[in-house]
């Protein structure tokens, strides 16, 4: 079986509140639906959520620190971004 690639994560980081906005989409740009997407931190799984049919996940009230998402489907490729760091709230 061929499996399709999800093309992307779009991050999209709201740092009022440390909350991440994870953007699932496949090769057409479409969204993708019924991802997990996990993030790791010092190779250990922090929080895990599913993607919404606007292929959004969405993580709340991160503490400070550098995370790897990794997403993946069963029928699609699973991908994975580089570290994102997640930074201290200014006051």
Request: glycine content about 8%; charged content about 20%.
């Amino acid at each position: 079986m061929r499996l399709h690639p999800l093309v992307g994560l779009l991050l999209l980081w709201q740092d009022a509140v440390n909350n991440l906005d994870v953007l699932v989409v496949d090769g057409s740009n479409g969204p993708v639906a019924g991802v997990r997407v996990v993030l790791m931190s010092g190779g250990k799984v922090v929080a895990s959520a599913q993607t919404s049919e606007s292929g959004h996940a969405q993580f709340s009230e991160l503490t400070p620190a550098r995370y790897e998402p990794d997403a993946s489907k069963e029928g699609f490729e699973p991908v994975q971004k580089n570290k994102v760091e997640v930074p201290a709230r200014l006051n």
